[in-house]
C-alpha cells in the first residue's frame, strides 16, 4: 500500500507543479488529507526537492514578482509568504536580492490610483495612507509616496 500511496501522491505533486510553483506547506496541506499518508508524504516532497522540481525559493520568487505586478508592497509580500509556510529566511533572501525600488512602486500606485495630484485636505490623505498601507507599503514609503513630485528634485 505505501508503494501505491508513494506513486499516487507523487503523481498529484507532480500535476500541481507542473501548473505553478508551490510552497512544501501547501503540498503538504492539500496533499496530506489522506490517513497515514504523513510519512510518506515526507518522503515525497523530500525527494522532490532533491531532484529540484519543488522549491521554496523558487516559489517565493514567483509570488514576489508576481505581487509586485500587481503593485504589492514588501510588508504584505512577507505576511503572504509566511501565511503560505515559507521560512522567514528565504522571505529575507528574496526581499534582499530583489532590485524593485519600493519608493517609487508605492508612489506609482498611488498615482494610477488616484492621479497624479498629491490631496490637499486631510481626508484625501488618509484614504490614500490606508489604501497603500494595505497594499504593504511602510510608512517611510508612504511618505514619499505623498510628497509632491517636485520636491523630490
Given at each position: 500500500?505505501?508503494?501505491?500511496?508513494?506513486?499516487?501522491?507523487?503523481?498529484?505533486?507532480l500535476m500541481m507543479l507542473s501548473r505553478r510553483e508551490y510552497s512544501r506547506a501547501e503540498l503538504v496541506q492539500r496533499l496530506g488529507r489522506l490517513e497515514g499518508a504523513e510519512r510518506v508524504l515526507t518522503a515525497v516532497l523530500d525527494q522532490l526537492l532533491q531532484q529540484g522540481l519543488q522549491s521554496d525559493l523558487r516559489y517565493?520568487?514567483?509570488?514576489?514578482?508576481?505581487?509586485?505586478?500587481?503593485?504589492?508592497?514588501?510588508?504584505?509580500?512577507?505576511q503572504?509568504?509566511?501565511?503560505?509556510?515559507?521560512?522567514?529566511?528565504?522571505?529575507?533572501?528574496?526581499?534582499?536580492?530583489?532590485?524593485?525600488?519600493?519608493?517609487?512602486?508605492?508612489?506609482?500606485?498611488?498615482?494610477?490610483?488616484?492621479?497624479?495630484?498629491?490631496p490637499e485636505d486631510h481626508r484625501a490623505q488618509a484614504k490614500q495612507w490606508r489604501f497603500l498601507l494595505y497594499r504593504g507599503f511602510t510608512q517611510e514609503q508612504l511618505r514619499y509616496a505623498m510628497s509632491a513630485e517636485e520636491a523630490d528634485y
Open positions: 500500500m505505501s508503494d501505491e500511496l508513494m506513486h499516487q501522491l507523487r503523481q498529484s505533486a517565493a520568487q514567483s509570488l514576489l514578482r508576481s505581487r509586485v505586478s500587481r503593485g504589492q508592497g514588501p510588508v504584505r509580500i512577507v503572504e509568504l509566511r501565511h503560505k509556510g515559507v521560512d522567514a529566511s528565504i522571505s529575507d533572501t528574496v526581499l534582499s536580492g530583489c532590485e524593485q525600488d519600493w519608493f517609487e512602486l508605492a508612489r506609482t500606485v498611488r498615482q494610477r490610483r488616484f492621479g497624479l495630484d498629491v
